[in-house]
């Protein structure tokens, strides 16, 4: 019996082992751009992806390195026009290390024979792993190994430990190192007809010893990027000093070779130091010599690698979702939070940058800020709020804009662009490449309106979450009240029904940009939209009685808010219009009852997916504009942002019936008629089928959610960046709806539902700068609350529909 207690606990261990990694234990040529994605290191400073140390730009690899906030905009001649495009810059590949062996080709595991193949994510220390054994054309055999980190504690820090141990050969062997600055944005296939190339020389040389340096500069952002690096090899434990050395120039890149002897079976390392700055970070007025300074006097590999995996350690202490009983669960939602807190890190309180909907990851979307956010938020608001501050405070920092881009569309108050980058403002091509068709069609995406709604509501979720005077005092209170002055501008009152409207915007669902045969995009009476104009504006109103007299004073009259205008704010949310037809659909705009139904299942027998009906349907000659298709959930939002009672409460003061069977009955209509061309889509069905207790087809649909990057099953799009919005989501439902937490008011709320598969799960989070400690087990909760403010602190539970008080520094026990 003791030996099967063992085998079992052996077991287990191995479990929790391997959800802390992906690895991968075979080489596949087309997996390869999937693989580099979900391998990316990052640190919210800089993130460079998983590609192969000795690789270039092919059509198996693309090494691409992102920091965050560097982008330059370039002009392309297209079709006769002349079309502006920003883009996250490919910076210079720092990755660059390979060898010949005597006077052959220098090596590129994936163009030689390989034996043996091993790659491993370790997401609990922030290390990428690799394990290779290849054969040249002449039977030299060669076992590569490297350990890759980009550096958590210090932003500007990266480095490579590579082991060469030669099976069956000896004699000379030549060492390269690069810092690349040829590279391009050719991530994405759809944007390789525009113009790619965003880097000029700067300056370039080599320092010390064994160092060299890079600076490039941006062609239009004109952002001076530097890289410095340092190579040294060891064998035996000892630096041995080169045979050789040699320093190729460039134009945009410099190449660095040492020419050593080796032993057939013995070892020898090559450690790189890289250090990255820009002309953009704070106190750095020579980004080179800045770089330089800090690899020359780095540390060794190892010395690097433990202050690296302690910073990792302290995040995961604070961050990580236990979950026994479903390994594969635990290593997706790992995975997603190890990609969240690499994307966004307490480093983004010292640099302007959000978050990317790709993350640093690929260049999909132009590594552009969208709506993502609004899914990626509660991660930090319940754990790290400080980052969450430093989000919103990206876009308290564009409100200028915002407010330009408000006037320039012919609108009071604050609207922020579809597609933001570094200024702030409107960044949505206004051309877009349908790859099925091959193409050019117009893009009417940046009249989604509602991101400014979504920034209005991460706002008052992060002041309800965290309670931060400060930050609603002098920051969030403006960005509130700017945003209700451009959503009340957008409501436009009708007599002939006594309702207010909106016009020429469109929600979620991007695949209806008109009506059949209207001229001009956009719709009237967008649900979604309209429901969160309203919310908006009540809490727009709010916030005037939570900050102090003299603030409230001078931001109504910086503003231009008078007691008229709070009037209209107040009216709006009484008659703002929501088109709900006899069944209690709620129409997702004005005119979607008239549109024609699709044969679906004619579309699934002749495309098997059709996620993208859209491309589908345009190149058949067809429009979805005519068709009942919706890309996403758009109406179904609704019921992801706000619980039914808040749904119920918004209605009913607008004069509409709102009830569980109305929940139901959308459900039900909005589900046939979506394609889920987007992942966000899956997470807002996953929560609503929660919602109405569909357990089965909500956890069917929670698997979807967990699998669409790591398994790529948008068929090629997580190769271009990770989808940072499915990650947060995947984390929201984890929370919310299987751990059952809820903020109402003043309490915390804790309804646990848990799937069938997993016996218990653990995690911390944080309540207005309270510590909460959660044990959710199938008999029982076990809290333990913590305070570093007062030991006598009393915490309101609500849990299965029975209140407790819970004292801060003591642990409870609740039967269930």
Known sequence: MEWLIRLLNNRKREERISSWKLNYEWFKPAQEGLREALCTLANGYFGTRGATAESVASRIHYPGTYIAGVYNTLATHISGKTVYNEDLVNCPNWLYLTFRIDKGDWINPSAHSILSYYQELNMRRGILNKKITIKNNRGNRTTIETQRIVHMRDPHCAAIRYVIIPENYQGPLTIRSALDGRVQNTGVARYRQLNSRHLRPYMLGGFGRNGIYLGVKTTQSDIIIAEAATVRIFSGGKEIRPLSKLIRKGSKGIFQEFGILV????????????SIYTSR????????????????????????????????????????????GDTFSQKALRLHMFHLLQVATIHNTSIDASIPARGLHGEAYRGHIFWDELFVMPFFDFHNPKISKALLLYRYRRLPKAREYARENGYKGSMFPWQSGSEGK????????????????????????????????????????????????????????SIAQS??????????????????????????????????????????????????????????????????????QNLGIDENELNLWRDITHKMRIIINDEGIISQFDGYFDLKELDWDAYREQYGNIQRLDRILKAEGKSPNEYKVSKQADVLMLFYLFSVSQVKEIFNKLGYNFSMAMLKKNYDYYIKRTSHGSTLSKVVHCYVSHIL?????????????????????QGGTTPEGIHTGVMGGSIYIVMLAFAGINFIGDYISIN????????NMKFKFLFKGILVSLFIAREYISIDVQSGISKKIAVPFEIRGKFYKFYCGRKYKIKI
């Open 263 to 274: 032993e057939s079976g013995h070892e020898y390392e090559i450690e790189k130091i890289v």
């Open 281 to 324: 970070d704070k106190r750095i007025g020579k980004p080179i010599s800045a770089a330089i300074n800090l690899v020359k006097g780095a540390p060794r590999f190892k010395d690097l690698l433990k202050p690296h995996t302690n910073t990792w350690s302290m995040l995961w202490n604070r961050s990580d979702i236990q979950i026994e």
């Open 426 to 481: 409107e960044e949505t091509q206004v051309i877009h490449l349908n790859p099925m068709s091959g193409k050019w069609g117009s893009d009417s995406s940046r009249i989604q309106r509602h991101v400014s709604f979504a920034i209005a509501y991460n706002v008052w979720k992060y002041w309800e979450r965290t309670m931060d005077r400060e930050f609603i005092n002098n920051y969030g209170a403006e960005i509130l009240l």
């Open 487 to 556: 959503g009340a501008s957008l409501a436009v009152f009708e007599a002939n029904d006594g309702r207010y409207h909106t016009n020429g915007i469109m929600g979620p669902d991007e695949f209806h940009e008109k009506l059949p045969q209207a001229r001009e995009a956009g719709f009237k009476d967008n649900a979604y939209t309209n429901v969160l104009i309203v919310f908006t504006l009540l809490n727009a109103l709010k916030v005037l009685t939570i900050i102090p007299e003299q603030r409230r004073r001078q931001l109504l």
């Open 693 to 713: 207790g569909r357990k089965k087809e909500a956890w069917e649909w929670f698997l979807e959610v967990i699998k669409s990057d790591i398994n790529d099953t």
């Open 752 to 759: 646990p539902k848990l799937p069938d598969k997993w016996t």
